[in-house]
């Protein structure tokens, strides 16, 4: 903790990376940690397998109980490590914050220099006439969820297996890691790809990986922190 503290002292712009892992604590479970969707069988399927561009289109009712039973989770809140990342920016430590997560809780906690690379959760659109819906309106559907105005299907607003990442959120992100002196990596297994891509732009002084289980980009560190997010990133972690 102490050395943490003294990286995060020293350092002048820090970027964010993280994954599912940052967000267990709020109760949303991830895909390949302990008790993640990938251990969960559902009618002989992955997780990985449903959430595709192909799976959606030829079998939508099937994407779309999947999505609504274990992607949408309107009761979770940020938890310490949300609260912390949303410190350092208010403080001007924080200059980007990257996520793979498409539950919204970084923007929840305050966070406003944050790039969802894989999306969010709180935008729908119709596929035929683009129109927008909110996570509200999602959750008040059951089945495929159609356009009122023209019976479209309206899809998420998030990255499946086989689509491409948001370019503007990847490039904002790249951007971000390219300028830090600092990149904390955390909560993410950086199984996927093009996102785990993202840390090849980082040339700053100091990589801080906090994940239970050892990841890729472990060899490359100056600090590995073993353990849950939620016991390093902490409220009050910049007070002297
Ligand atoms: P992942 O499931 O592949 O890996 C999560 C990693 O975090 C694992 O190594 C796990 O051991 C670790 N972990 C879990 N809880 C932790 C904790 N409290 N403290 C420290 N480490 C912890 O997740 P990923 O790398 O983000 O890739 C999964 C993809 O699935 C992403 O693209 C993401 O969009 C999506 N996803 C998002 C959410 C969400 O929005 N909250 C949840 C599940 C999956
Ligand atoms: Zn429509």
Redesign the pocket.
């Known amino acids: 903790m102490k050395t943490l503290a003294d990286i995060l002292k020293r350092a002048r712009r820090v970027a964010f990376f ?8 709020s109760g ?7 008790g ?3 251990s969960r069988e559902y009618a002989g399927l992955t997780p990985e397998m449903i959430l595709s561009h192909s799976f959606f289109f030829l079998h939508p009712d099937v994407f779309f109980d999947f999505y609504h039973r274990f ?1 949408l989770h309107p009761e979770a809140r940020p938890n310490a490590a949300h609260l912390a990342l949303a410190e350092w920016e208010r403080a001007g430590k924080l200059t980007g914050l990257v996520t ?4 919204g ?1 970084h923007r929840a906690a305050g966070n406003r220099l944050v790039y969802e690379i ?1 999306g969010t959760v709180h935008e729908n659109r119709c596929l035929d006439c683009n129109r927008f819906f909110p996570l509200e309106w999602m959750l008040q559907t059951a089945g495929i969820p159609r356009c009122p105005d023209c019976g479209g299907v309206v899809k998420p607003c ?2 499946l297996y086989g689509e491409a990442p948001d370019p503007y959120a990847m490039t904002g992100a790249c951007r971000e890691i390219s300028g830090s002196d600092t990149l904390i990596v ?7 790809e093009p ?1 785990a891509s993202c840390l090849a732009y980082f040339h700053g002084r100091e990589l801080v990986v ?4 050892e ?1 890729p980009a472990d060899e490359k560190a100056t600090l590995v922190l073993r ?4 016991d390093f990133l902490r409220p009050g972690l910049l007070s002297p």
């Open positions: 993280g994954g599912a892992g940052v967000s267990t604590a949303i479970p991830d895909f390949r940690g302990d993640g969707l990938y992607m793979q997560n498409i539950d809780l894989h998030v990255t955390a909560g993410t297994s950086l199984a996927v996102a906090i994940n239970r289980e990841t353990g849950n997010v939620t």
